[in-house]
């Protein structure tokens, strides 16, 4: 969240304290989370809250990056149990150049507004537009953005060196033993049920619904107060079927091609000028 005080501004409303989060730094705390919370150990189960100020402003760049950066520091030198450190940029095409971490007026024209998330081996994010670029200059942006993260997250594994602080793997929650090849018994089912359901999204709902309940009966005996654990593995065996499925066909589980967009309908309302 951007303080009002980090550009030397006090609110000119009666409350002189920061209101809620603006709709871009809810936006900002997307970008945080989407590249970080995939990297967490499985089973963390503590509540953990991320706080990413910005405490001095000069308004000559997008703190987005940083704050990405930022908050996968405080995670690395804590015991979270993050598996890698993450870091980020900002990537500009300006006059058919790349630039990195452009200013707030460089990007004004600029032909590209790319934010790329990633460790020092893989890319785990990428947001932003373009005006109309061609997909191989797309690739190289997300490239070029790429080797700048790959000197922070070195910078980033230092640092950790430096802490020294152990992580936290004592209190992970793990599934019962067994559980997954018990729940894995179901893959025929589950193969069955993507092949048979059509492009209907609430008929394939409902006949998932209706296997999970199945697997949950067979397997409560078994397992019992395992309900959580038994979703969570039955999750992860529909992700591997969908997975083998369209590579193996060449087709999505609702039909599609791996090329085809679904079709979408809209239809205008009654008021043509009200959104929401």
Known sequence: QERFSSAGLTSG??????????????????LIDRPLRPLIAEGWRHETQ???WVLSYDGIRSCDPLAITASAAALWISDVPLSKPVAAAMVGYIDGQFVLNPTNEQMERSRLHLTVAGTKDAVLMIEGAADFLPEDTMVEAVT??????????AGLEDLGKAVGKVKNYDTIVHPPEGLQEAVDQFAVDVMEMYTSVSANKDEEGKKMKELQNRVLESLEEAYPEQEVAIKGAFKDLLCRKMFELAKSTGKRCDGRELNEVRHIDSEAGILPRVHG
Do not use: M, Q, W
């Open 13 to 30: 409303s009666y409350n002189k304290r920061d209101g809620r989060p603006a709709e871009h730094e809810i936006l900002t705390c997307r």
């Open 144 to 153: 070029f953005g790429h080797d700048a993260i790959k000197v922070l997250c």
């Open 50 to 52: 991320l706080l990413s």
